[in-house]
């Protein structure tokens, strides 16, 4: 999960991946993830909102023609998160999706970016509650490393190396106009998100 | 925006935005209802009390099952007025519950006020679920949401208040709420309960449903309590649903797409005839499942950052 940046905050970032590297690296990683799905099998891909679901979304349209029975769910894990009693006011309730039976269905869990791995726990327990997969994959966009909790993705569109205080923002043309991943380093304006 | 209320107890003084912000997440909190396991951790570890001093079945009945959708402990508390119960024992009584490490009291008393009052005395959230004849402010959110979700905005709707405005809470929020959501009010009933006065609030007084009916988006038939007869409001219950009661031929000639709210209990056959209760243009029974997420959304916003966000409202 990823906020909004400002002005200022744009003004320290740096492009770790531009349009060009990021349109390569998301052809192999939808590849990747194309080669897991089984035709035979029921399949969802379901997104973590807000630029998850976008990039679940993505995969969907392109793999649609070939799978038409491929489902594709959104969720949003702002009632499912360990930090609510921390924070100063209830982050939004943005709505979660997924108008399909997830019993003994192959899931495919999208996020931008992984980072403590504590979003992907809520989004598992959440998908729980809808019923019992068959099995759950993770594919995530950018993995920048700092688990606090064991989980470990199944697809990575790009590795990188942070610390633990910088910030990484994937930039969606859907919503941001273009298709960038920045990184935010810490001193530089930038706020570490947990 | 970010909330920052801890108290929710009127709409009176919320801004248009915050009644948005309220209606949004709700909207958030309605497949909740859907899932195989109707119940999210969010407000899991606190403990929320129905304090009511007045009998109800919905509103607590809502409450109860969104506090339990929202994973919080919930407690009720049913009282029916006593004439000791008022000034400082009121208050004993719920710093004496507050003690038991309670988050959030959902106050419903028969005096208008005692919500604000009992938030000013206790560390704990305050929700009004209705005082007096002052406000109900979850009701006219979730009527307001009703609408919202069937029309997708109320700027510029046509909305009828029928029955009796002046002893209603259901009202006054609503009028409240529905005015600042850009929406045009009519308050509709007799002259005794719909004095002139009433459009100090900005709404249009009638007391002729069958003049205004042509032009009106939604009708909101408010309850007729019955005790009320008794104080000469209203010479038979017959003529008042002659004159004021919403049957087929009256529906007949409003408009094809126009919304029928009931805050309940139904007086079938007074505010609306069984026909119209039952029928197509009734929202009445999607209105006590959007109850239930509006209930969750606030209860939700409110609870908000623990002790460090107490922002008093």
Partial sequence: MTSDLSGTQLAHASVILSAADFASAFKVWKEEIRSALRPKERCALIGIKRRGSALARRLWETFKSAMPQLEFGELDISLYRDDYHLQLSQPKVLGTEINFNVEGCRILLVDDVLYTGRTVRAAIDQISDFGRPKCIQLAVFIDRGHRELPIAPDFIGRKITTSFEDRVQVLLEEMDGEDKVLLLKAGAGAKGHP | ?313
Avoid at chain 2, 70 to 75: E, N, Y
Avoid at chain 2, 97 to 117: F, N, S, T, W, Y
Wanted: glycine share 8%; net charge positive; proline share 5%.
């Fill in chain 2, 1 to 313: 925006m970010n909330w920052t209320r801890k108290h929710l107890l009127g709409i009176e003084d919320l801004s248009a935005e915050e009644i948005l912000y309220i209606l949004e997440t709700a909207d958030g909190f309605k497949e909740v209802s859907t899932r195989s396991i109707k119940k999210v951790p969010a407000l899991r570890g606190k403990v929320i009390v129905n304090l009511f001093f007045e009998p109800s079945t919905r509103t607590r009945i809502s409450f109860e099952l969104a506090g339990a959708r929202l994973s919080a402990d919930v407690i009720n508390f049913t009282s029916t007025t006593s004439s000791t119960i008022k000034g400082e024992s009121l208050v004993d009584t719920a710093r004496n519950i507050e003690a038991m490490g309670v988050d959030i009291l959902v106050v419903r008393h028969p005096c208008a006020g005692v919500p604000h009052q009992l938030a000013r005395a206790v560390k704990a959230s305050v929700v009004n679920a209705g005082d007096g004849t002052h406000e109900h402010p979850t009701q006219a959110l979730l009527d307001m949401f009703t609408i919202k979700c069937l029309r997708g905005s109320l700027a510029g709707l046509k909305i009828a208040l029928v029955g009796d405005i002046s002893h209603s809470r259901v009202a006054r929020s609503n009028i409240w709420g529905l005015q600042k959501l850009g929406a045009k009010v009519y308050a509709v009933g007799p002259p005794t309960m719909v004095p002139a006065a009433l459009e100090k609030l900005g709404v249009t007084v009638s007391h002729n449903l069958d003049e205004i009916i042509p032009e009106v988006d939604v009708f909101n038939m408010l309850r007729i309590q019955m005790e009320r007869q008794a104080q000469g409001l209203f010479p038979t219950i017959r003529e008042y649903s002659r004159l004021f009661g919403l049957n087929r031929e009256r529906l007949a000639r409003a408009k094809p797409e126009v919304l029928v709210l009931h805050p309940g209990p139904v007086n079938r056959g007074v505010e609306v005839t069984p026909e119209v209760a039952d029928g197509p243009r009734s929202v009445i029974l999607n209105q006590v499942t959007n109850g239930l997420a509006v209930r969750m959304a606030v209860l939700y916003l409110i609870s908000g950052g623990g002790a460090s966000a107490a922002t008093a409202h």
